[in-house]
């Protein structure tokens, strides 16, 4: 069998070598437009800052190197250009001899990727894009030689931010420009703002709510007429899957616009297989698709294709978009869907705010985190988590990612039994802390009420009861909340004022205490989810969405 393959970076790569270990005797072919192959493009903003100083360190093979250990027949600087299904043939163009012909096929694996979108603006042909060793390259060189001093990152992806982090680290000042009216849009705002102080404590100006207007020789114009230094500019505005070749040659597409496939990685012809970010992927929590343009994916797809060209029975499990990125001191990870989708969707849906540390607190350097949990009220399923902090953040949110893929509820993560040493975690770990949570939400052991609720619970009628200790309160509290500490409540009933009460504390475990006392007593009383720190944090930030 002759196997021909389009792009060789994560998911063409791993088609052709797993298609390699499976069957010796196939022919296999693969073109890639760029100069490298199987390269670490996730590692080309470290590269850009000087954590990855050696820029070969990003390339794991080379032509040659893949012709050596797998025999195979690998182009670079050829692109293909149109696909004859009839004929089983690919017009192929050589991008340095400019000369086509035809390569023939029994089975096709398309892996073109996706390309940085580009709006058509005056002046976009200043800006830059960091998605190849090429764009790496152009871009350090820019760096090294005309030494600029201001940057503009327009996008607030991850990719953007890992850019601008980078930017920084060279020494540039640094702004972003978002359109959305905050940064990392698969985390909701309250954990979104902990992203934006963050990047402000560092210096990164924030434009939050803005657009690009216009490139201008060393600026940038924003939507509202302003102005912002830019002796560089980079675009991170997300990318779009390279579909053109398939749309092309008559491949249907799916409703996001990649190309649709079957659970086998199959297009509309079954000879004819897609992976990667050019392809539509299953929604694990959903009945639709999702767009993940992400390494893992790529990877695993690759693997699975090459399975089903040889015979094997596969499929593509749904995927969950789990993903994180470091910004500056902070880890960020989230798995799932987030607030927004499930409340756009119109899904019921729980929320869970905790704050823990990352490892025992008695031990020194325990970092702490933010951790959301979202659920299904009725079933206890769960259908998302985010988490920002230091050390530990991934760790719990890989375990979070694995108990959603898996089935488990929400109320079942406080049985799982995870390693412990003060080191490491707490004898009650974090992930463990959120199912008692859900497990008290779901029994009726406790009300809870969401940061972004109290203005109207409080407009209604409800009062705010503070139960920190009298110099937590002084250092800033919910105004309009009367400070009756939490070790003092059961003497001091007398003096709550009447009506429903919702109580709070600074992360919400003596508010949880506070809550279920009184309610105990025949008191309405609900504790605020998260605490004072979760409200306070998302009411402050300059950016929070309005609700």
């Known amino acids: 069998m002759k196997v021909v393959i389009v792009g060789a970076v994560a998911g063409g790569m791993s088609a052709a070598t797993r298609l ?8 296999i072919v693969v073109f890639e437009r760029g100069s490298h192959v ?16 050696d820029r070969n360190d990003l390339l794991l093979q080379t032509p040659q190197s893949l012709r050596a250990r797998f025999g195979l027949d690998v182009r670079v600087r050829t692109e293909v250009v149109a696909i004859d299904r009839q004929a089983r043939t690919v017009r192929v163009r050589d991008l340095d001899g400019a000369a086509e012909y035809d390569e023939s096929w029994d089975r096709l694996v398309l892996s073109p990727g996706a390309a940085p979108f580009v709006p058509d603006l005056p002046g976009i042909e200043r800006a830059h894009t960091l998605r190849t060793v090429a764009d790496a390259d152009r871009l350090t060189a820019l760096l090294t030689t005309q030494r600029p001093a201001s940057a503009v990152v327009v996008g607030g992806g991850f990719i953007g931010l890992e850019t601008a982090e980078n930017l920084h680290r060279r020494g540039l000042r640094v702004s972003v420009v978002e359109l959305d009216s905050q940064v990392l849009a698969p985390i909701d705002p309250e954990l979104a703002a902990i992203v934006h102080a963050e990047l402000r404590r560092h210096g990164v100006r924030l434009e939050l709510g803005a657009g690009l207007a216009r490139v201008l020789p060393d600026a940038v114009e924003l939507g509202d007429g302003r102005l912002l230094p830019a002796d560089l500019v980079m675009l991170a505005v997300g990318v779009r899957p390279e579909t053109g070749l398939a749309r092309r040659a008559g491949l249907a597409l799916g409703r996001r ?3 649709a496939v079957d659970e086998s990685m199959r297009t509309t012809d079954p000879r004819v297989y897609a992976v990667g970010d050019a392809v539509e992927k299953p929604d694990r929590l959903g009945h639709g698709t999702i767009p993940v343009p992400l390494a893992n994916t790529a990877n695993r797809q690759g693997r699975l294709v090459a399975d089903a060209i040889a015979g094997r029975p596969v499929k593509l499990t749904g995927r969950i978009g789990t993903a994180v990125v470091r910004v500056f001191d902070l880890t960020v990870a989230v798995t799932g869907w987030n607030e927004k989708r499930l409340r756009a969707a119109g899904r019921p849906y729980r929320a869970v705010h905790t704050h823990p540390a990352s490892h025992a607190g008695y031990y020194p350097a325990a970092a702490p985190m933010a951790l959301k949990l979202l659920f299904d009220p009725q079933t206890g399923a769960i259908l998302g988590a985010q988490g920002v902090g230091g050390e ?6 890989d375990v979070l990612a694995t108990a959603l893929y898996a089935g488990l509820s929400a109320e079942d993560l406080a049985d799982l039994e995870l390693a412990y040493a003060p080191q490491y975690g707490s004898a009650k770990d974090p992930v463990n802390m959120l199912g008692y949570v859900v497990e008290n939400i779901r029994t009726g052991t406790t009300r809870t009420v969401q940061w972004h609720e109290v203005a109207d619970r409080v407009a209604a009628g409800a009062r705010l009861l503070d139960v920190r200790t009298a110099a937590e309160h002084a250092a800033g509290h919910i105004r309009g909340s009367v400070n009756i500490p939490v070790d003092e409540l059961r003497e001091r009933l007398g003096d709550l004022p009447d009506g429903e009460l919702i109580v709070y504390c600074q992360l919400g475990v003596r508010g949880h205490t506070a809550a279920t006392l009184l309610t105990g007593t025949g008191r309405d009383a609900t504790n605020l989810d998260g605490g004072y720190r979760t409200w306070s944090t ?4 300059p950016a929070r969405v309005a609700r």
């Open 20 to 27: 390699r270990r499976l069957g010796p005797e196939h022919e």
């Open 38 to 53: 199987s390269y670490a493009n996730c590692g080309l903003p470290y590269h850009v800052g000087g954590v990855i100083p």
């Open 257 to 259: 616009g990649g190309i």
């Open 392 to 397: 530990g953040v991934d760790k719990r949110i």
């Open 538 to 541: 998302a009411t402050a930030d």
